[in-house]
């Protein structure tokens, strides 16, 4: 993919990826680099899926895998905050990513955002939870249905992986 490291950042950055392994058509990676606690947390996607189908996408408060998707939980809010959108600036979830995943033509999607929500250096950050995409576009907590102001009512989950620690060497 070759996200890079930002220019002056510090040797004590921290780094973590997602890595999806086939499965339900979709696959690929999330990187996450923060420099510093005070910096925003730059994520970069690069993941493959069927042709122009859009996927909702989020951090999940847990990694335990030993019931599938079912054991990794809600949403990751650590503020308790309703369901909302990374893009129109209203209250959301930290575990609410960018609004939506949307496969090109080709079946691609990259793209590389800031988030200054999530915290790669704090104690019971993202280390360990999960990201999972689901089956039905996110609705942004705005589409008057029973979930949306709790999952976007973004439908069964089809994908996830654990976000890990990974090496400095790694992430480029």
Do not use: W
């Amino acid at each position: 993919m070759g996200a890079s490291h930002p220019k002056n950042c510090a040797s004590s950055a921290r780094n973590a990826v997602c890595v999806f392994e086939p499965a339900n058509g979709i696959a690929g990676m999330i990187l996450f680099h923060q420099c510093s606690p005070h910096d925003p947390v730059s994520i970069h996607y690069d993941l493959s899926g069927p042709a122009s189908e859009t996927h909702a996408i989020h951090i999940h408060e847990y990694g335990d895998l030993r019931q599938g998707c079912a054991s990794l939980g809600e949403h990751y809010n650590p503020y308790g905050q309703t369901h909302g959108s990374y893009r129109y600036n209203m209250p959301r979830h930290a575990g609410d990513l960018i609004n939506n995943v949307r496969f090109d033509q080709a079946g691609r999607f990259r793209l590389t955002t800031q988030d200054t929500v999530l915290c790669l250096f704090r104690s019971g950050g993202i280390y360990g939870r999960s990201v999972v995409i689901h089956q039905d576009e996110d609705d942004l907590g705005r589409g008057g249905h029973d979930t949306s102001l709790t999952t976007g009512n973004s439908g069964k989950r089809i994908q996830y992986g654990i976000i890990a620690i990974c090496k400095p060497s790694h992430f480029q």
